[in-house]
């Protein structure tokens, strides 16, 4: 059974940074995609940045580029997502998710991948940036 565990949200000021941890089991480390996406009240679920385990390929969404940084460490089964220069715009709840494919790569091209595309999740962790 897949299990994904978020740690690390939290309140900051904006330019502040925090760093989210992801811990999966159940999962063939190396053979998974584990994306990061979050959700600000009444909207859309986003997808924020992907790690392909296996090659080490990343991506990210436009508005994060520079700012956030996603890496894993398979000894851990962990993966992260540093978040620098903090902005009120990336106050939301953040969720790990898991997939043994990941998005279609017309997603990934386009710049945005869709939550459908994963199938486990985790439980969420809160950032709060304030102005």
């Known amino acids: 059974q897949v299990q994904l565990v978020e740690f690390g949200g939290g309140s900051v000021q904006a330019g502040g940074s925090l760093r989210l941890s992801c811990s999966a089991s159940?999962?063939?480390?190396?053979?998974?995609?584990v994306g990061w996406f979050r959700q600000a009240p009444g909207k859309e679920r986003e997808g924020v940045a992907l790690?392909?385990?296996?090659?080490?390929?990343?991506y990210y969404v436009d508005s994060v580029k520079g700012r956030f940084t996603i890496s894993q460490d398979k000894d851990k089964n962990t993966v992260y997502l540093q978040m620098n220069n903090l902005k009120p715009e990336d106050t939301a709840e953040y969720y790990c998710?898991?997939?043994?494919?990941?998005?279609?790569?017309?997603?990934?091209?386009?710049?945005?991948?869709?939550?459908?595309?994963?199938?486990?999740w985790g439980q969420g962790t809160q950032v709060t940036v304030s102005s």
């Open positions: 159940g999962i063939t480390y190396g053979s998974f995609c």
């Open positions: 790690i392909y385990t296996g090659s080490g390929l990343t």
């Open positions: 998710a898991a997939d043994s494919e990941g998005p279609p790569p017309m997603e990934i091209a386009s710049g945005t991948w869709s939550a459908r595309s994963f199938d486990h």
